[in-house]
């Protein structure tokens, strides 16, 4: 006992919380949330109430360190329940001193604030589980009717205002949050069942800077991770298997992040040589792997540990699939020390260093890549999402008596889809629908007889507003059988339509400027260009770039590289575990 006391005094001078400096009426407003039942409900109130705080002004924060909030009956009351329910809980999931000590006894799982009675509460709300065990359930079924038990939804929109810690009972209110919001509440309800867990995470992913949180139980000898929004078993392993992840991180209560990235992922241990710095520049930097990421940023991933000889640096327990790029900060500026580099699978190292005079005509179609595994919202329907779309015409009131103009049976993109009408002539009315499957269309856009776009004041439909609102990125589905009809005001000539499947926006779109760099020490511009098609041509690249494609539209870009014919191509994803998707 005093042993765990003095552990637990110990590292409470480690952890806190954030809290309002001043009243923000944040908790206030959750508390009016309880009672909206649905899921959209909820979210919608919630935005509008956190619009109507301080006009969005970004309240002040104050961090208050445990020993602010501990007090000798906190503390007492926290062991002795967490004694309790590991007691309890032992004679179906047995758990030696050690995993109890760092992943039941904690006070706290995250950064939530402390409050009197939350693993009383717990634990008295969560007894059925112990029910459900005595009556024969397994523990791990069991475990996943904990984890559904109450359904979060994500949401991480305007969290940008609110960067204070949560309440557990704000989060049961809310049923929605982040990962990380969401496996925290879970954590506190499996350790006061008496079951081990902590968040484990990955602070940065190859197309994303934001990263991703999961909960990562412990039964039968070994953690297990498991999404906090699709509790199963195998979801985890199968994104594990598909992911460029540089670091996994598990929040300790002992320390501030423990490395787990090798019992996730195959690792590397790279020695990368310091080419653009000389010794003395050198001798005294902390040294650093990064990677590139929005705005060609390097954002920091590990520390490194510099050779005897002063010549390389080496970096351990680095996630295989990725690029990176080693080097040290000077006055906040990152200083590289040599050439972005890719680690596949084997281990094996790649340098992207241009050759500047060996130049070859590259040919560019996105500037992010479309993932299309299915776990990933199953983007690879987007591909074939007009696929089973007939096009009908008529003159009449009605379609008894109509023309079929035109069905998508084959295609394979989500560019623009131009059907282009045999006979050109006056059209009063068209019927758009969906005839075998399920379709997913963002745009649909008439042409005119001197190809002239024919605006949507000319003519009147059915429904599916999104349909014509201008945005690539909002979309209908078309079920099997449904339609939309589409009535002009007077009748027009049209020579063809254009229609969109769904789509992310990062394809190249005609009339968007672009511009190419490549990375020679630091990014060197290529040229702009405008997009006068769907594929951008670039006749200087040197070979072996590492390059990146700005774009005046939207936010979303990734480096890439180009192989010896010029095409796009993302190091990340030549691994066959990808499915990444080139159209033809």
Known sequence: GIYINKSIIKNAFKHGCKVEKESFGYAEMLDQLHDTLTKTNRILKYETLLDSLQNNKRPQVLFKNDTDFLTPDFLIENIDLAFEAWIKMGVYNEVDFEIFKDFILPYRAGNEILDNGNREYLYNKYQWVYDSLQAGKSFKKTLIDILNFEKFNYYNGKNEIYHYSYHIKDLENKKFGSCYETSLYKINVLRALGIPSVIDGAPKWAMNE?????????????????????????????????????????????????????????????????????????????????????????????????????????????????????????????????????????????????????????????????????????????????????????????????????????????????????????????????????????????????????????????????LFDGNTLTYERLNKGKSIVISFKKPKIVSKIILQSRNDGNNIEKENIYELFYWNKKWLSLGRKKARDTVLIYENVPKNSYLWLECNKGIEEVPFSIDNQGNQIWPFMESSAYSYEVEP
């Open 210 to 466: 934001v990263g991703h949180g999961w909960i990562s139980v412990y039964f039968n000898g070994e953690f297990h991770a498991i999404d906090p929004f699709n509790p199963r078993f195998e979801f985890m392993k199968y994104v594990f298997d598909n992911e460029s992840i540089p670091k996994i991180y598990r929040n300790c209560f002992n320390k501030k992040k423990c490395d787990v990235t090798s019992t996730y992922i195959k690792t590397a241990c790279p020695s990368i040589e310091i080419v653009f710095s000389s010794l003395t520049e050198t001798k005294m930097q902390k040294f650093e792997i990064a990677s590139f990421y929005r705005e060609k940023e390097c954002k920091f991933i590990d520390f490194g540990m510099i050779s005897p000889n002063k010549e390389k640096v080496k970096f351990n327990n680095i996630g295989v699939d990725h690029t990176y790029i080693a080097g040290y900060r000077e006055h906040g500026k990152f200083i590289p020390i040599n050439y972005p580099f890719f680690i596949d699978r084997k281990a094996q190292v790649r340098f992207f260093k241009p050759d500047t005079n060996n130049l070859i005509r590259s040919k560019i179609s996105r500037k992010y890549p479309l993932h299309t595994d299915t776990w990933r919202n199953g983007r690879k329907k987007w591909y074939k999402g007009l696929n089973g779309i007939v096009v009908e015409t008529t003159n009449s009131n009605d379609f008894n008596i109509s023309q079929k103009l035109f069905e998508i049976n084959d295609t394979h993109t989500i560019n623009p889809y131009e059907i282009k009408l045999e006979e050109i002539k006056t059209h009063s009315t068209f019927k758009i629908f969906a005839k075998t499957n399920t379709c997913q269309v963002a745009e649909i856009i008439f042409i005119g007889e001197k190809g002239n776009v024919i605006e949507e004041s000319n003519f009147k439909f059915s429904s599916k507003d999104k």
